[in-house]
């Protein structure tokens, strides 16, 4: 008997990788062969695979367990010499980043569709991730999705792995070494930050509430907040991974995270909150009655990094996605580092860190990380809060208080209408683009237009460069309106509209957000007529 099956195939059309790998519905996932094409494709073009060593683990959500035995199958018929694979298959990718990293591994899959909801009718996920620990750059998802479209065969290889069972096992002639990774991940943390003094806050009776909502930071954050940090486990929240995340919708916003948001912004709320999403990269923060954008996160972590051990000489320079708020450029400038404007996705800030260019970065969909590993690490961003606090002394809200007292206020906030037709969203995006040129001096709202574009980055590292990145409106009062098509969805299209006022360290940092930036909301719809067009009276979901 042959090792392994050689399959006969034909291609689907619809394999290019978006923001953050192949993202679709499970029931396109289910589709015959589907998984195996985009499997193939990789292992086709990443030829590093074949005789090396790859790490596999998903967020634990519905078909996690089946793709993981398919890929096991086809990784030992694509000659890769061992699989190092989270137990029960479930790795979060800040884990899995880090293991890539620690293992020297050629890199890895993460089955993910991250935020998205999982079970039969919901999404799944497959990130590349390279060796680096970061996602695979637009030029390799390029060339996969290439790959898939003359692609004929397959190969794939008989067994089964016993993912429960620490240790290794063989599938054919490959090694498949099963890990915890939650035992790592946490010394890792131990490493880098004050967990003394945060153990000490919480000794002093801080009371915390983190959400993992039925995803796969719950482990994490048992061990870590619970086991290490002395976090009483009924401040913990949803801690069981569940495949269908409880059939809710594991993307901690303002719409998504109302439980935890009920809790902060209800009677006796605890002293910090925070939730993280479906594979644990993104997370929220928030102190009693008091939610901090996403971007002000990166920007007082940014200025206050220094006080955690693993950040005490400084950072080297900043990122962050040219939608996310410009708060952090102001917190560069004060430390006299560069600040660079990346488009959306992680896979840019790659590149920034492997040469040294920075330390921090993040972006407005709920992320900040830096150069430990090459994703965004939601728990590192409430461990980070939590190190600051405790250093400092301080609430959540005196500390981003004092942060705007010294560098003004970005009101920022980001209204996204989801599942809309896909040409009415792409005609309002064309909408836009036709009048860039002729929109200097126009006047709306009281707001006078100094400059609009479409956004294009250059990569300061490898020269490449990267057009049509989202539409920029800058207005000369320091307000910016942004608008883009999301990569992400799996569902028509979905509509970002990204909206940001700056008043100065002297001005009004009490204004309601919604009013600061109603203004701006109405220049959007002057110009582009987006509400009309889409047939909606208003965003599906508002953070
Ligand atoms: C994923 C990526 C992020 C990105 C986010 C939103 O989480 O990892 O880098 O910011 O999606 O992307 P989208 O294209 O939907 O705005
Ligand atoms: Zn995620």
Known sequence: MDAFHTIPTTPYEDQKPGTSGLRKRVTDFKQPHYLENFVQSIFDTVRDFRGGKILLGGDGRYFNDEAVQIILRMSSANGVSEVILGKNAILSTPAASHLIRKYHLNGGLVLSASHNPAGQNGDFGVKLNLETGGPAPTSVTDAIFARSQTLSHYRIADGNI????????????????????????????????????????????????????????????????????????????????????????????????????????????????????????????????????????????????????????????????????????????????????????????????????????????????????????????????????????????????????????????????????????????????GQLETLTGRSLQGETIEVADSFTYTDPVDGTVTKNQGLRVFFESGSRLVMRLSGTGTKGATLRIYLERYVGPEGDHDIDLAEATAGLAMIADTLTDLKQTLNRDAPSVIS
């Not at 560069?332 to 488009?343: D, F, G, R």
């Open 162 to 433: 016993d993912t429960s069972r620490i240790g290794t096992q063989n599938l054919g002639d490959m090694r498949v070494t099963v890990v915890d990774p939650v035992e790592d991940f946490a010394e890792f943390m131990e490493e880098l930050f004050d967990f003394s003094a945060i153990k000490a806050l919480i000794e002093s009776g801080f009371s915390i509430a983190f959400d993992a909502m039925s995803a796969v930071t719950g482990p994490y954050a048992t061990e870590i907040f619970g086991n290490r940090l002395g976090v009483s486990h009924d401040q913990l929240y949803n801690t069981r991974p569940l495949p269908d995340f409880g059939g809710a919708h594991p993307d901690p916003n303002p719409v998504h995270a109302n439980a935890l948001f009920d809790r902060m912004f209800g009677p006796n709320p605890p002293d910090f909150g925070a939730a993280s999403d479906g594979d644990g990269d993104r997370y929220i923060a928030l102190g009693p009655h008091f939610y901090v954008s996403p971007s002000d996160c990166l920007a007082v972590i940014a200025a206050n990094a220094h006080l955690a051990p693993g950040y005490k000489d400084g950072i080297k320079g900043i990122a962050r996605s040219m939608p996310t708020g410009r708060a952090a450029d102001n917190v560069a400038a004060h430390l006299n580092i560069p600040i660079y404007e990346t488009p959306t996705g992680w896979k840019y800030f790659g590149n920034l860190m492997d040469a040294g260019r920075i330390t921090i970065c993040g972006e407005e969909s709920a992320s900040t990380s830096s150069d430990h590993i090459r994703e965004k690490d939601g728990l590192w961003g409430v461990l980070m809060w939590l190190n600051i606090i405790a250093a400092k002394g301080e609430s959540v809200e005196a500390i981003v208080r004092a942060h705007w007292r010294q560098f003004g206020r970005h009101y920022y906030t980001r209204h996204d209408y989801e599942e809309v037709d896909k040409a009415s969203a792409e005609s309002i995006i064309a909408t836009l683009h």
